[in-house]
């Protein structure tokens, strides 16, 4: 799923850059050399974390996971490992009625 959703959100962003650029350049009063830069800059940026963002992501639920294992096993004295994705896997109903 990921696969697809990289390129698109790659060439959404630089559709983006690309109109916030020409914007920038039609304002000749305004146009500097720190706010092309900083328009690189962003593109930059936004770019490493659309490719990492599922890294992020996993890590994220990962440090969360770990968060909610230990606070349900301090909180029901047992050993029992429980996951959140699987809880929440469990409560979504497998069928959506209309």
């Known amino acids: ?3 697809c959703i990289v ?3 790659l060439s959404l ?3 983006f ?3 916030n650029l020409i914007k920038k350049s039609m304002e000749v009063e305004r146009i500097s050399w720190e706010r092309v830069a ?4 962003s593109f930059l940026l936004l770019k490493y974390l659309i490719m990492n963002g599922y890294t992020f992501l996993s890590t994220i639920m990962n440090i969360v996971n770990e968060i909610f294992i230990t606070v349900t096993n301090v909180l029901s004295n047992s050993n029992s490992y429980i996951n959140i994705a699987d809880t929440l896997i469990n409560a979504v109903p497998d069928r959506i009625y209309r």
């Open 7 to 9: 390129p698109i959100a």
């Open 13 to 15: 962003l630089i559709l």
């Open 38 to 41: 900083m328009s690189f800059v």
């Open 17 to 19: 850059f690309m109109i």
């Open 1 to 3: 799923m990921n696969d």
